[in-house]
């Protein structure tokens, strides 16, 4: 399947509002604005009435009035898999727990099975339309994770697939390696040598392939021990890749801490996060990454520190964490919902949440996430008058514009 070639955005884009922290934290919102794309990159943005007379003659795009934002970041996604997981779902509404279905043999290692019984091209067909959700409610880049292959061949199939999707959709795609998100079964019992094999064999491989942007470690009672998370963060050091952390979704390990340590681009989830593990992250400028739609499906009630995150300027970050077993969600606005609603963010920090710190998380601040003349163009003309909207309507996809790495991707009406 390939994504037929998209027009050029290049052009005056009038008639805008550009949203209150579209261009840096703090800026106010900007009505009567244009924006100038020149060979796919932002050359200039302010004021109608200031717009440069060097770009009069070049083609106009009326924005009709919407309200602009920088293209979405989703920041934490497992998004390339096999089949599906509805039966765990259907269990776990019939009393089981998380951790009872993954002992059970269900959970992660059933989405193995499935996934390493795909070719890579079963994998992409079936990923392709979950990317097309998520990039038609305005995501324009996104982080897509291994850990569903658990073998050096599996986890290569994983990652070469996100890496076509990149190419064929035109979004910029980040991949995360994440061979130990949990014990393969034929590893059973031998936590330590697979912990080895993903240090000494998968990742360097990997890695010399270009397939590794991030290293990331499920640390979690259920998972990997602080001391294995450890091993692959040294691992991903000396090959010159950057960590990240599932870090205290169910319980406390002081994971965070220890990422920190590593100059973590982000801890995610974090739910069970000690002040500790804040002051660590604040220290290293390390991204808490919020993942509300896991919290939700989950029927977690230990919400994560935010007002101790808030109070310690600790950058927030929200994402789908779309996976099919904890967080089948296909909707970044919806998770902006959540992310309100269950976690109480205020609307400038949602849309940081998306945008500014999503991109950090991704070590993307000097590319994404915010809008600035010189930057590959990534934006989205919202047909809304207010950018509390975003966050307001519940499951409402709203007919958007949008301009992805300089291409026109959508054109609101044109559905
Ligand atoms: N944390 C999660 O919530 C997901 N992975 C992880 O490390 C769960 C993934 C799954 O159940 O398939
Ligand atoms: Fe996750």
Same mark, same amino acid.
């Given at each position: *399947?390939?994504v037929p070639q998209l027009p050029s955005a290049d052009g005056?884009?009038?008639?805008?509002?550009?949203?209150?922290?579209?261009?840096?934290?703090?800026?106010?919102?900007?009505?009567?604005?244009?924006?100038?794309?020149?060979?796919?990159?932002?050359?200039?943005?302010?004021?109608?009435?200031?717009?440069?007379?060097?770009?009069?003659?070049?083609?106009?795009?009326?924005?009709?009035?919407?309200?602009?934002?920088?293209?979405?970041?989703?920041?934490?996604?497992?998004?390339?898999?096999?089949?599906?997981?509805?039966?765990?779902?259907?269990?776990?509404?019939?009393?089981?727990?998380?951790?009872?279905?993954?002992?059970?043999?269900?959970?992660?290692?059933?989405?193995?099975?499935?996934?390493?019984?795909?070719?890579?091209?079963?994998?992409?067909?079936?990923?392709?339309?979950?990317?097309?959700?998520?990039?038609?409610?305005?995501?324009?880049?996104?982080?897509?994770?291994?850990?569903?292959?658990?073998?050096?061949?599996?986890?290569?199939?994983?990652?070469?697939?996100?890496?076509?999707?990149?190419?064929?959709?035109?979004?910029?795609?980040?991949?995360?390696?994440?061979?130990?998100?949990?014990?393969?079964?034929?590893?059973?019992?031998?936590?330590?040598?697979? =912990?080895?094999?993903?240090?000494?064999?998968?990742?360097?491989?990997?890695?010399?392939?270009?397939?590794?942007?991030?290293?990331?470690?499920?640390?979690?009672? =259920?998972?990997?021990?602080?001391?294995?998370?450890?091993?692959?963060?040294?691992?991903?050091?000396?090959?010159?890749?950057?960590?990240?952390?599932?870090?205290?979704?169910?319980?406390?390990?002081?994971?965070?801490?220890?990422?920190?340590?590593?100059?973590?681009?982000?801890?995610?989830?974090?739910?069970?996060?000690?002040?500790?593990?804040?002051?660590?992250?604040?220290?290293?400028?390390?991204v808490a990454v919020l993942l509300p739609g896991a919290y939700?499906?989950?029927?977690?009630?230990?919400?994560?520190? =935010?007002?101790?995150?808030?109070?310690?300027?600790?950058? *927030?970050?929200?994402?789908?964490?779309?996976?099919?077993?904890?967080?089948?969600?296909?909707?970044?606005?919806? *998770? *902006?919902?959540?992310?309100?609603?269950?976690?109480?963010?205020?609307?400038?920090?949602?849309?940081?949440?998306?945008?500014?710190?999503?991109?950090?998380?991704?070590?993307?601040?000097?590319?994404?996430?915010?809008?600035?003349?010189?930057?590959?163009?990534?934006?989205?003309?919202?047909?809304?008058?207010?950018?509390?909207?975003?966050?307001?309507?519940?499951?409402?996809?709203?007919?958007?514009? =949008?301009?992805?790495?300089?291409?026109?991707?959508?054109?609101?009406?044109?559905?």
């Amino acid at each position: *399947m390939t994504v037929p070639q998209l027009p050029s955005a290049d052009g005056v884009w009038t008639d805008l509002t550009l949203a209150p922290e579209a261009c840096a934290p703090g800026s106010a919102a900007l009505s009567d604005a244009a924006l100038v794309v020149t060979e796919g990159h932002i050359a200039w943005l302010g004021l109608r009435a200031d717009l440069p007379t060097t770009y009069a003659d070049l083609p106009r795009h009326d924005g009709l009035g919407a309200l602009a934002t920088p293209g979405l970041v989703d920041c934490h996604t497992h998004l390339v898999y096999a089949s599906q997981r509805a039966n765990e779902f259907a269990m776990r509404l019939a009393g089981a727990s998380y951790e009872d279905v993954a002992r059970a043999g269900g959970g992660i290692v059933s989405s193995v099975r499935a996934t390493r019984a795909a070719s890579e091209d079963e994998l992409l067909a079936q990923t392709a339309p979950r990317l097309q959700a998520l990039l038609d409610e305005g995501v324009c880049a996104i982080e897509i994770k291994s850990g569903y292959g658990l073998s050096l061949e599996h986890e290569r199939a994983q990652l070469r697939v996100a890496r076509r999707l990149g190419a064929q959709f035109g979004v910029t795609v980040r991949t995360t390696f994440l061979g130990a998100h949990a014990l393969p079964p034929e590893y059973a019992g031998r936590s330590q040598a697979y =912990i080895d094999l993903v240090c000494e064999e998968m990742m360097p491989a990997l890695a010399a392939e270009g397939l590794v942007d991030a290293v990331d470690v499920f640390c979690e009672r =259920i998972a990997f021990s602080l001391a294995e998370t450890e091993q692959v963060f040294r691992a991903a050091q000396a090959l010159g890749l950057p960590v990240k952390l599932h870090a205290e979704q169910l319980s406390d390990m002081g994971g965070a801490a220890l990422a920190a340590r590593y100059g973590a681009l982000s801890c995610d989830h974090i739910e069970h996060l000690s002040a500790e593990g804040i002051a660590a992250m604040r220290q290293a400028g390390t991204v808490a990454v919020l993942l509300p739609g896991a919290y939700y499906f989950l029927r977690d009630t230990h919400l994560p520190p =935010i007002a101790a995150l808030r109070a310690a300027g600790v950058p *927030m970050a929200v994402s789908t964490d779309h996976n099919p077993g904890t967080s089948p969600t296909l909707s970044l606005l919806l *998770m *902006m919902n959540l992310a309100c609603t269950l976690f109480r963010l205020t609307v400038p920090e949602v849309l940081a949440g998306v945008t500014r710190h999503a991109a950090e998380a991704l070590g993307l601040r000097q590319s994404h996430g915010s809008l600035a003349a010189g930057r590959p163009a990534n934006f989205v003309l919202w047909p809304l008058q207010d950018v509390a909207e975003l966050p307001y309507w519940l499951g409402h996809k709203p007919s958007c514009t =949008i301009v992805r790495q300089g291409r026109v991707a959508r054109i609101a009406g044109r559905d």
